[in-house]
């Protein structure tokens, strides 16, 4: 009867131990944001390196992750012609969404590593002053 009793007692701790293991359930992280770039001219702000082009404001959202996981960035809500970069701490593209001028929403979904540093870039080619953007980062 004690080996019983022992045996029982001891898968009751492992399952105690491995449960909740088992059980973790990813996290999501969201931002929400609405970029306001004006239509590129002598007031916008202009950087070349930025959208990859001379004529194109922009905006700069920077997030750091908290784990390894999945970014899923999408912008909609815009007139006009925008596009999406995703860069990372050394400004290098990573990621990008550079639909035509008939496209509606950008998206960019891409893996990362857990602690990096990473900018969201909104570029206005030749739209509407505003353009509404959701960050979700799904880790463990």
Known sequence: MRKVV????????LVALVAPAAAQKKKTVEEEWTATAPVPGPAAQVDPSTCGVENASYVVHPFSTPGKGILDVTMDQFQGDW???VKDADGNVIG?????????????????GAKEDIQVHSCNFVGGPTAHLLLKYTYK
């Open 6 to 13: 022992t045996l029982i007692t001891a898968i009751g701790l």
């Open 96 to 112: 990008s969404s550079t639909g035509f001028v008939e496209a509606t929403v950008e998206r960019v979904v891409i893996p990362l």
């Open 83 to 85: 596009d999406l970069y």
